[in-house]
Nanobody, 121 residues
Framework: QVQLVESGGGLVQPGGSLRLSCAASGSIFSINAMGWYRQAPGKQRELVARITGGGSTDYADSVKGRFTISRDNAKNTVYLQMNSLKPEDTAVYYC???????????????WGQGTQVTVSS
């Protein structure tokens, strides 16, 4: 199994910045892709950004130019730097990873517990 532990959420004023971190641990052979999703009250969970093992990235249109995803493969950690935050960025942010387990060399998808990001004055 793989555990994803997120940190870095909180309350920030509009225009401010936050950095989310997500560390993966467990019986990991490799991590294929990692990403961040978010879910606002009354809305469906949506992709924010994702990054492959090779470093290719993909962003939601709403965050392009403001958010940057990166990863440290040696630490099995993914980061989301969020700048110029807006009230509409308020949501629970979830870390996501597709990892190949060392036990059976099969790929599985995992989710973190979520971290609250609130953008408000």
């Amino acid at each position: 199994q793989v555990q994803l532990v997120e940190s870095g959420g909180g309350l920030v004023q509009p225009g401010g910045s936050l950095r989310l971190s997500c560390a993966a641990s467990g019986s990991i052979f490799s991590i294929n892709a990692m990403g961040w999703y978010r879910q606002a009250p009354g809305k469906q969970r949506e992709l924010v950004a994702r990054i492959t093992g090779g470093g290719s990235t993909d962003y939601a249109d709403s965050v392009k130019g403001r958010f940057t995803i990166s990863r440290d493969n040696a630490k099995n950690t993914v980061y989301l730097q969020m700048n110029s935050l807006k009230p509409e960025d308020t949501a629970v942010y979830y870390c996501n990873a597709v990892a190949t387990l060392a036990t059976d060399l099969r790929a599985y998808e995992y989710w973190g517990q979520g971290t609250q990001v609130t953008v408000s004055s």
